[in-house]
């Protein structure tokens, strides 16, 4: 018996390599994922809401297709909705909207006037393993 516990310490100890993130929290420390700069580039957001004013300007004539966000999640619990809420909101850079609809509490951020340019917004959060769908809003 003595022998199997000194075998098993010593492949656990093999295997014991660099600290993981759960280790860091374990000792206090508060897990801090690195971002992506592309995420909040902030001159890409200056452009990005430029380009969003020139398509509206370029739109007047047309009635707006509608009023499109990103659904991230659907939660049914309050206290989870409020977490998740945190974490995507910390991931993606968008004030995130908490909606109940019964019987799950949606989480939406974003806002688009057309479906494409949601969808591609989407398709580019996606690159960051970031999961979301376009909902029709109005």
Request: proline share 2%; with cysteine.
């Amino acid at each position: 018996m003595r022998k199997l516990l000194i075998a098993l310490s010593m492949c656990a100890l093999a295997w014991a390599g660099e600290p993981t993130d759960l280790d860091s929290l374990f000792r206090g420390n508060e897990y801090k994922p690195v971002l992506s700069s592309a995420l909040r580039d902030t001159s890409s957001m200056a452009e990005n809401a430029a380009a969003n004013k020139a398509q509206a300007n370029n739109t007047k004539g047309k009635a707006a297709d509608g009023y499109y966000m990103l659904q991230f999640e659907a939660v049914a619990d309050f206290d989870a909705a409020q977490r998740r809420k945190a974490q995507i909101s910390a991931s993606t850079g968008y004030a995130i909207q908490v909606v109940f609809d019964a019987p799950f509490y949606k989480l939406r951020g974003g806002g688009w006037t057309t479906k494409k340019a949601a969808d591609d917004k989407a398709r580019e959060l996606s690159a960051y393993n970031i999961n979301a769908f376009v909902v029709k809003i109005r």
